[in-house]
C-alpha cells in the first residue's frame, strides 16, 4: 500500500499528515516555531526553523505510521500564503526573516500607491485590494532595507519565493526554484488573466524578474527530494495555499461550492469556475487552482478575528481555561439577552477593510453575565461569516446551496447550528475536517497517478454532520439588522495615522 505526504506549512506550527488511498489519515506531525515580534505591528518567522520543523515533522508523521520514504507516492505542500522568503541563490542562506502576511511593516508604502491612483490598476491585474497582506510590497521592503540587498537581486544573485517556493528549493538542494498559480496570486505581482509575472507589477513595486520563481500548475511533478536528505527520492506533485488547499479538499470543484475555515480568523473561498469575478464588495479575486492546464478561479473573504476572540475570552478575560469550554458557557443562557460584542480588535477586513475599527461590546445591562458574553462572541463569528457571504452571493450571483466548514473553531456545534440560521442554507462539516493538507494530498495524488481524476476524489468527501436552518427569517433579519448597528459603532473608532 502506497500513501501520499502532505506538508502544511501554517503560520503557528509546521505539520506533516501521511493520507491512504481513501483520503483517511494515516499519522500527523506537528511542530510549533518561533513568532518573532520585532517591533509593533511586525511579525517574522525564521526560514532555517521552518524548515527544520517541517523535516522534523515529516520524519515524525512516517515514523508514527510505521513507513519508509519509498512507501510514499508523493508528496504535496501547502502553505501558509503571502509569507516573503529572499534568499541567496549561491548559499542558499536567507538575506532576512521571512515577513510574515500578518505584517504591516510595509502600510505606509501602501497607502502611497493608492494615493497615488495605482488601485484600480492593481486590482485589474491582480483581483487584490492595495494592502500590506500581499507579499510585492514586503519584498520591496527587504530589497530597499537590507544593505547590499538590491544590488545583488539586480544582479541576479538573490532568490524570491513564498513558504512553498521556499520548502521546494530545500527540498530538492537548491535544483528548483517555483510556485505555483495558486501562491503567486497572493503576491501582488502576478497577472491572474495572464497567469504571468506581470511587468507593469514589477517595475511599479521595483523588483528584478530575475528573483521571481517559476510559476506551475498546482498539480505536477516539480522535482523530487534530494537524496543527500535521507528520505528518499519521492517526486514533489502538488502546491497550493493554504486556503486554496482547503477548497479543493473539501471538493469545492464546481461553481458556486464555498467553504468556510473557521481558524485564528475566517477564511471564506467561493469557486467562481473558469473566470476571475471582479469584486464590486472589496473581496479577493484570485487563483483557486490549476490542474490539467485548466485554471480554476475563487472570490475570497477574510476576517481577521474568529476563534481568536474565542483566544480573547481565555487568555485576556480568563472567562474560559480552553477554547472548547466557550461552548458550554454560551449554552448557560438561552439568548445573548440583547448584547453584542464586535471582535474588531486588528481593524475590520473584508467587506469593510476598516485599519480604524477597534473592538466593542453593546447591549450591556445589569442583567449581562459572562454567558451572554461568551455567546456574543460566538455569534459574532457567525455574523461576520454571514456578511461576507453576503458580499459573494452579491458579486457572484450564484445563490448558495450550502457552506462546507472547517478549522479549530468548526469544532463549536453551537456556532455552526447559529451559523445555519443567520445564513439559511445548511452548514456542513465533513469527516476529515484536515482539509488543507488533504486538498494538497490530493493535488500530488492527481499528479503521480495514485488518483484518477476529481470525480473518483469526491466520493472521498463525507458529512460528518449537517447543521440545519432552524429560525423564522424575521427573527435573523432583526438579529443582523442590530449587527449591523453594533458594527457601525465599532467602525472608524481611533484617530487615523494612530
Ligand atoms: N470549540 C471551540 N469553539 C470556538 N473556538 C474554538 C474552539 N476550539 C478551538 N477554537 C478556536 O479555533 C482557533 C484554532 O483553530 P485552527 O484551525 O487550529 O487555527 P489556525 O490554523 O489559524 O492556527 C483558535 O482561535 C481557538 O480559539
Ligand atoms: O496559516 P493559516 O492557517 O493561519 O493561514 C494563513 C493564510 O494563508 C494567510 O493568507
Same mark, same amino acid.
Given at each position: 500500500m502506497r500513501y501520499i505526504?502532505?506538508? &502544511? #506549512?501554517?503560520?503557528?506550527?509546521?505539520?506533516?499528515? =501521511?493520507?491512504?488511498?481513501?483520503?483517511? %489519515?494515516?499519522? =500527523?506531525? +506537528?511542530? @510549533?516555531? +518561533? #513568532?518573532?515580534?520585532?517591533? $509593533?505591528?511586525? /511579525? @517574522?518567522h525564521d526560514p532555517g526553523e521552518i524548515w527544520a520543523t517541517q523535516v522534523a515533522v515529516a520524519t515524525e508523521a512516517l515514523a508514527r505510521g510505521g513507513l519508509r520514504p519509498r512507501d510514499l507516492a508523493a508528496i504535496g505542500i501547502t502553505n501558509q500564503r503571502e509569507t516573503t522568503v529572499v534568499w541567496d541563490r549561491e548559499t542558499g542562506d536567507p538575506v532576512y526573516n521571512a515577513i510574515v502576511w500578518q505584517d504591516r511593516r510595509t502600510a505606509d508604502y501602501c497607502e502611497r500607491l493608492k494615493r497615488d491612483g495605482h488601485e484600480d490598476f492593481i486590482r485589474d491585474r491582480t483581483g487584490l485590494v492595495i494592502d500590506a497582506y500581499f507579499s510585492g510590497s514586503k519584498v520591496a521592503w527587504i530589497l530597499d532595507n537590507v544593505p547590499g540587498a538590491r544590488t545583488r537581486a539586480e544582479a541576479g544573485k538573490l532568490a524570491f519565493g513564498t513558504i512553498d517556493s521556499w520548502l521546494v528549493w530545500k527540498l530538492t538542494s537548491g535544483a528548483t526554484h517555483i510556485t505555483d498559480v495558486s501562491n503567486a496570486s497572493r503576491t501582488m505581482l502576478f497577472n491572474i488573466h495572464r497567469l504571468a509575472w506581470d511587468e507593469d507589477l514589477l517595475k511599479l513595486l521595483n523588483v528584478p524578474a530575475s528573483m521571481l520563481p517559476d510559476v506551475r500548475q498546482s498539480s505536477e511533478v516539480y522535482g523530487r527530494v534530494s537524496t543527500t536528505l535521507g528520505v528518499g527520492d519521492v517526486p514533489i506533485a502538488g502546491i497550493a495555499g493554504d486556503q486554496q488547499a482547503a477548497l479543493f479538499g473539501q471538493m469545492c470543484v464546481s461553481p458556486g461550492l464555498t467553504k468556510n475555515t473557521y481558524g485564528t480568523g475566517c477564511f471564506l473561498l467561493q469557486n467562481t469556475g473558469e473566470r476571475p469575478v471582479a469584486s464590486h464588495n472589496r473581496l479577493l479575486s484570485t487563483v483557486a487552482w490549476q490542474v490539467g492546464g485548466k485554471t480554476t478561479y475563487a472570490l475570497e473573504g477574510g476576517v481577521f478575528i474568529g476563534g481568536a476572540v474565542v483566544q480573547w475570552l481565555r487568555d485576556g478575560m480568563g472567562l474560559i481555561k480552553t477554547s472548547a469550554d466557550v461552548e458550554a458557557l454560551a449554552r448557560s443562557v438561552p439568548d445573548s439577552g440583547g448584547v453584542y460584542l464586535v471582535p474588531a480588535f486588528a481593524?475590520?477586513?473584508? $467587506?469593510?477593510?476598516?485599519?480604524?475599527?477597534?473592538?466593542?461590546? /453593546?447591549? %450591556?445591562?445589569?442583567?449581562?453575565?459572562?454567558?451572554?458574553?461568551?455567546?456574543?462572541? /460566538?455569534?459574532?463569528?457567525?455574523? +461576520? /461569516?454571514? &456578511?461576507?457571504?453576503?458580499?459573494?452571493?452579491?458579486?457572484?450571483?450564484?445563490?448558495l446551496m450550502e457552506l462546507r466548514v472547517d478549522g479549530g473553531a468548526a469544532a463549536n456545534d453551537a456556532l455552526l447550528q447559529f451559523q445555519a440560521d443567520l445564513l439559511g442554507v445548511a452548514v456542513v462539516r465533513p469527516e476529515v475536517t484536515e482539509t488543507t493538507a488533504l486538498g494538497a494530498a490530493y493535488l500530488a495524488g492527481l499528479a503521480v497517478g495514485f488518483w484518477d481524476s476529481t470525480d473518483a476524489l469526491a466520493r472521498h468527501w463525507r458529512v460528518a454532520r449537517r447543521f440545519e436552518p432552524s429560525k423564522a427569517p424575521a427573527e435573523v433579519a432583526a438579529r443582523r439588522a442590530e449587527w449591523a448597528e453594533a458594527l457601525g459603532r465599532s467602525k472608524n473608532w481611533i484617530a487615523k495615522g494612530n
Open positions: 505526504l502532505s506538508l &502544511d #506549512q501554517g503560520t503557528t506550527s509546521s505539520r506533516a499528515i =501521511v493520507f491512504d488511498h481513501e483520503g483517511a %489519515i494515516l499519522s =500527523v506531525g +506537528q511542530m @510549533e516555531f +518561533q #513568532q518573532i515580534f520585532p517591533k $509593533p505591528g511586525w /511579525v @517574522e481593524g475590520l477586513g473584508a $467587506p469593510h477593510w476598516d485599519p480604524y475599527a477597534r473592538g466593542t461590546i /453593546v447591549g %450591556i445591562t445589569r442583567g449581562t453575565t459572562a454567558g451572554h458574553i461568551a455567546r456574543a462572541a /460566538v455569534e459574532s463569528i457567525a455574523f +461576520q /461569516v454571514a &456578511d461576507l457571504l453576503d458580499a459573494v452571493g452579491d458579486d457572484a450571483g450564484i445563490g
